[in-house]
C-alpha cells in the first residue's frame, strides 16, 4: 500500500468510527434500546460508567439498558459527542471524545451529565466496533421539574 493509500485509509477509518459514535448515541437516545446497542461491540464487548458499573459482554450491556428503557424514568434523552480524538493502529483504534448528555425524567425533572468517552475499537469483518467503551462522569446535574 502507498503512503497516500495508507493515509486515505487512515481518514477512512476515522470517518467509519466518527459514525459508530455517532450510532451509539442515536441508540442511546432510542430509548436505551438494549439490541440495538449490541450490534455496536464485539460479543465479549465492555460498556462502563463511572456512575453506573461495568457490563461485559451483549447479555449484560442489554439487560442494563433494557433496564433503563424499563423503567420509565427517561422521557427523552440527548446524546452529543464532541472533541474526538481518534488514533488509528491497522484493525484496532481509541478514542477520547467529551460529551454532553441531556434528559427529561419521568416526572419532568431536567438532567445535565458532562464528562468524556474513553473507546476503544476493533475491525471485524472490515467493519469497527466498540471493544470497550467507557463513559467518565465529570459533572451531573438535575433540575426538578417547575
Known sequence: MTHDEQRLRRLEDIEEIRRLKAAYCAVADDDHNG???????VADGVWS??????????DAMRGHF????AS?????????????????????AS???????MYTGA?????RIVGFYRDTYVRVDGRWKFATLHAQVQDHEVRPAV
Do not use: K, Q
Open 35 to 41: 439490541e440495538a446497542l449490541t450490534t455496536l461491540f
Open 49 to 58: 460508567a463511572s456512575i453506573s458499573g461495568v457490563f461485559e459482554g451483549h
Open 66 to 69: 433494557d433496564a433503563i428503557r
Open 72 to 92: 420509565g424514568r427517561i422521557r427523552s434523552s440527548s446524546h452529543m459527542v464532541m472533541n474526538p480524538v481518534i488514533d488509528v493502529d491497522g484493525d484496532t
Open 95 to 101: 478514542g477520547t471524545w467529551s460529551f454532553l448528555m
Open 107 to 111: 416526572d419532568g425533572s431536567r438532567v
